[in-house]
Nanobody, 117 residues
């Protein structure tokens, strides 16, 4: 079973710049795509940013220009640098990994980010 462990969340002031980390229990070259999703109470889980095995990135329109996803292959870790946080960024952030072949999806346990104004 794949384990993805998120960290870096917490209470942040509006305009702050926290960085989320997602550490995998194996080489992240095991996955075709990795990404960050978020889910606020009562809402669906939405894609925030994704990064492919070869480094191609994709962002939700709401975070373009503010968030940056990156990967450190040597540390088996994917990051989400969040800048200029807004109240609407408050959510539970999940790390996601999709394998090759059957494209099975794996999820971390989530890390809460709460933005205070």
């Amino acid at each position: 079973q794949v384990q993805l462990v998120e960290s870096g969340g917490g209470l942040v002031q509006a305009g702050g710049s926290p960085r989320l980390s997602c550490a995998a229990d194996r080489t992240i070259f095991s996955f075709n795509v990795m990404g960050w999703y978020r889910q606020a109470p009562g809402k669906q889980r939405d894609m925030v940013a994704t990064i492919t095995h070869d480094g191609s990135t994709n962002y939700a329109d709401s975070v373009k220009g503010r968030f940056t996803i990156s990967r450190d292959n040597a540390k088996n870790t994917v990051y989400l640098q969040m800048n200029s946080l807004k109240a609407e960024d408050t959510s539970l952030y999940y790390c996601n990994a999709i394998g090759y072949g059957l494209q099975r999806a794996y999820w971390g346990q989530g890390t809460q980010v709460t933005v205070s104004s």
